[in-house]
C-alpha cells in the first residue's frame, strides 16, 4: 500500500500537470465547441453543432481545410521520398559523410521562425531563388513567390520538404542500420543487384520505419502553423486548419467556434493516425 | 502556557498593528494603472515626464505605466476585460473603441469631455451609440509621397503636384517608363490591417461609404466603390512595384519608386536616417481635387470596471493637452495631434510636411465605428485581394462582399 502510494507521489508532478494542462483544457475545449463563447462576452448560449454547421458553409474554413490537404499529400511523399534517398546515399561510407548528414539534419535543429524569415527574404523579388528562377527561365511571379496565390502555397510547402527531409533522414539511416547485414551477403551470394537488395529486402525492412515516419509527419502537417504565420499570415490562398483557429480564437476571441474548428481538425487527424497505424500493425503480422 | 498566551497576544497585536497600517498607508493615495503603446526610446522619456509632472501637481495621485506591444496588446486588452483585471486608463487603436464599448468594457465620458469636443481632431472611432468612450490623443493620417527626381526625370518640373486621379495616372505611367528597375506606384501587398487602408480613400474621394450612418445596411456595392477600385487596380497592373509596405517604403527611398501613399513614420524615418532624399508630401487626390485620406490613431478610454473614473478623465485630460501633445509629437515627429490648438503651433506650420498631414488630417475619415468591423475588414480585404492578385471580376466581388457585410449586420 505504502510503494503504492509512494509511486501515485512520484508520478503525481506529471499527473497535474498532464490534468491542469492537457486534459482539462481538452474537455474544456470540447464543451465550448457546443457553445457560442466570446471572451468579454458577459454570457454564452449552447448552440449544440451550430459551430460545426457554421463552419462547413465557411468558405474561409473550407479553404483552409483545403489548404492544409494540399499540404499534407502534397509534401508528406516528397520528405519521405528524398529523406529515404539520402539516407541510402548516406549510408555507405565515404569521405566527409559526417559532413554530409550534418549538413542535412542543420535545418531540422534550426528555428522555423528563422528559416522561415529566410525563405521569405528568398522568396521575395530579388531574393536568390527569385532570380535564379528568372535565369533558368521559369518565369517566376513579378512580385516574388509569397506575393502570389499561386506560388505561395508551394513556396511554403517546398520550404518545409527542405527543411523536415533531414529529421526523417535520420530515421531512415536509424533503420537501415537495423537491418541484419547478413542478409546482404546472402543477397550477393545469390548474384542479387543493387535494385534487387534494395526492392527485396531494405525496403521491406524498412516499412515500419517508413509508415512511422508518415504518421508522424502527417500529424506535424495538418498542424503548420508557424510557417504560414511567418511568410504570409494566410494571405494569398495560404490559410490552413490551425491559422484559422488562431484567427478565430486569438484574433476574435471567438473561442467556442475556433474550438469547433480545433476539434474537426483533431478527428481528421486522429482518423488519418488511425487508418496509418491499422497499416503498421498490419504490416507487424504479415 | 502563560507563555503560550502573551506570545499569541503580541502575535495578535502586530498583525492588527499591520492591518490598519496597511488600510491607512496610502494617506488617500489614489494608484492610476495606465496601459500605454509607446515603448520606443525616442518618445518613452517624454510619458514618463509627463506621468512625474502631473504625479508632482498631484500629490494624491499615484500613475503606474504599463507597456503594451501593437503585436499582442489587442490580446491583452481583450483577455483583462474578461478577467477583470483591467487597468484605468488604456490606449486603443481607434479600431478597438467599438469593439470595447459594445462589450461594455468602457466608461462612458460623454458628460466630463462634451465641452472638449470642439477643440479636438477625430471624434468618430471614440463614439458608439451617441456615447463617448474614448478621447482622441495622437491620430495618424496618409498622405502621398513622391519622389521629385524621378518626376523631374519624367518631366515634371518641381512645382508640380497631382491633384486629381488623371495627374497621378499620368506622373506614375511616366515615372514607370524611366527604367526596368524604376516604378511609378507602390501598390500594397495583401497585408492584413494595411491593404484596405490604401484602397478606400479612392472611394472615399468620391463620397462613397460601406456601410449607412445608421448601420443597418451596407452600400459598399456601389459605382463609387467599382470605380475606386478599377482606378486602383489600374495603377496596381500597369505602373507599380507590389510589395509590403515596408519593402516599399525602402524602394521609395532608394529612388526605385516615384509615388507612394505613406504616413508620418515615413519622415521620421527619412528625418533620423539622415537620409538625403528629395521629395514632396501632397495630399491624395481625388477624381476631382481634393481627394480624402484614411485616417486612424491612438485614443484614451477608461475601463467601466475603474473605481477611479473621475480621476483618471482628469489624467486623459492633461496628456491631451496642447502643451503634452506638443511634447509628444516634437519628441516622436507625430504629424498629427488630435487637439486643434496644437495642430497649429508653428512645429506643424513651418514645416511644409507636417502642414500636409494636418491639412490631410482634416481631410480624411475613418472607416465606420461598429463593432463588427474586425469582420468587415476580413471581408474587404479579401474582395480586394482577389480582385488585385487574382483578377477576379470586381463587381462581382464588390457584390459578393457586400451581401457577406449585410449578412453580418443582420446577424448582429
Redesign the interface.
Known sequence: MRGRFSGYLFASPWIITFGLFWLFPLLYSLALSFTDYR????SYDWVGLGNFVRLFSDK?FLLALKNTFIFVFGTIPFTTVIALILALLIEKNFKGRTIFRSGFFMPSITSMVVIALIFSNLY??GGYLHILADMIGLSPP???FL???KTALLSVMAMDIWMSVGYYMLLFLAGLKSIPGELYEAAEIAGAGFFRKLFSITLPLLKPVALFIVVINTIKSFQVFVEIFVMT????NTSTAVYFVYESG????EFGYASAAAYILFLIIAGFSIIQFRLFRQDRLT | MKNVKITAGSIILILCGLIILSCGGNGGQAKLTWWQFWTDPAIKPTIEKMVADYEATNPGIDIEITDLTWANGH?KI??A??SGTAPDIIELGSDWVAE?SY???LASMTKDVIEDTAGFFGWTPGIYNNEIYAFPWILGTRVLFINRDLARQAGYDDRFIPVNWEDLRGVCYDINKLGKDIYGFGSN????HRLYKKVLPFLWAQDGTIITENGKYAVFASEKTIKAIEFYKELHDSCS???TQR?LEDAFLEGRIGVIISGDWLLKRIKNEGLKINFLTTLIPGPNYPGKSFVGGEYLAVSQASKNKEKAIRFIKYITSKENQLAFCKANYSANPSNKEAARDPFFMDDENLQIFVKQLEMSRVPCATPQW??IEDIIE?AI?DIL??DAPIADEVYEANSEIQKLIDSQ
Open positions: 471572451l468579454m462576452q458577459a474561409s521575395s523579388r513579378e512580385n516574388g506575393l502570389s496565390s499570415r494566410g494571405n494569398y486569438l484574433n476574435r476571441f | 490580446e481583450v483577455v476585460f474578461s470595447f462589450n461594455n468594457q501587398a495583401a497585408e492584413k512595384m507590389v510589395d519593402r474586425v469582420y479579401k485581394e492578385f487574382n
